[in-house]
């Protein structure tokens, strides 16, 4: 129960709530649409240690700001809906909406990157791989680390995820959508998923595209559809300007240089918690 509050306070802004609740919606428009999934989560109440806490306040203020502006200009562009759109056409409108924002984007991810740096020069070296676990917090376009003794999260690092995510739960391959762990299964302790396999080295080198990999695996027949892990992935991408947005086929991109920090920290069979 220990673990479901603290991951609870972690994920809700301090507030220790049920973890089946889904997250509230930021109010970034009079009238909320199937587009708008930003959450209003206060970065000063999320539980970081104090090490790093200061830099992932400054990082989350600046990301937050950046992606319900994307989240508002995507509803605007798509009329209010998603349904039956294609992924060129969502990724598109994506696209359309981030040009008009790369100011903000270049503040975010800069005060990313030092958040990152901050955390492996200052607890890099201290942290056991073998005890952490990750939360993928889809609405709030962020992965954590996070210190299993503790709940308290190490780092954030800013991610992008399926461009249809935002209708629900992946429920089979090519659905363009990303996985997440049911409601009562959203602790490390009873999360059905694990990261399998870990890809240390670049298979597309020359296209600058994976970097790292750790896969989404479960051994859950619901998720059947995750071929041991290599249907989904945590991932490097070259398109930096993604990261923030829905874009992927279902998979969790992240910057090169982030993606390489997180590898270093798991192992093969660290639990992923996967929340809406």
């Known amino acids: 129960m220990r673990e479901l509050a603290v991951l609870g306070a972690l994920l809700l802004g301090g507030v220790v709530a049920p973890l089946g609740a889904t997250p509230p919606a930021r109010p970034v428009s009079a009238t909320p649409s199937p587009c708008t999934t ?9 539980s970081f240690h ?11 203020t600046l990301f937050w700001a950046y992606t319900g502006e994307i989240e508002e200009g995507v509803r605007r562009l798509s009329g209010g809906s998603i349904a039956g759109k294609s992924f060129a056409t969502l990724s598109s409108l994506a696209k359309r909406v981030r040009r008009q924002h790369t100011e903000a984007y270049g503040e975010a991810i800069s005060a990313a990157t030092n958040h990152l740096m901050e955390f492996k020069r200052l607890l890099g070296a201290k942290v056991d791989r073998r005890s952490t676990y990750l939360v993928v917090h889809k609405s709030a376009y962020v992965v954590y680390l996070v210190d299993g003794a503790s709940g308290l999260a190490w780092a954030a690092f800013p991610i992008a995820h399926g461009v249809k995510s935002v209708v629900g739960p992946k429920e089979r391959r090519g659905d363009l959508k990303t996985p997440e762990s049911a409601a009562g299964e959203r602790s490390p302790a009873t999360t059905p998923f694990f990261a399998h396999p870990l890809i240390p080295v670049d298979p597309y080198p020359t296209e600058g595209c994976i970097t790292r990999g750790i896969g ?8 059947d559809y995750l071929h041991h892990g290599w249907t989904v992935m945590l991932h490097g991408t070259p398109d930096r300007q993604c990261i923030g947005t829905r874009a992927s086929h279902g998979c969790i991109r992240l910057l090169p240089a982030h993606i390489e920090v997180l590898f270093d920290h798991v192992t093969d069979g660290t639990k992923i918690v996967i929340v809406p």
């Open 38 to 46: 930003a959450v209003a989560l206060d970065p000063d109440r999320v």
């Open 50 to 60: 104090p090490a790093t806490a200061s830099s992932a306040r400054t990082f989350l």
């Open 216 to 223: 989404v695996a479960s051994r859950d027949p619901r998720y």
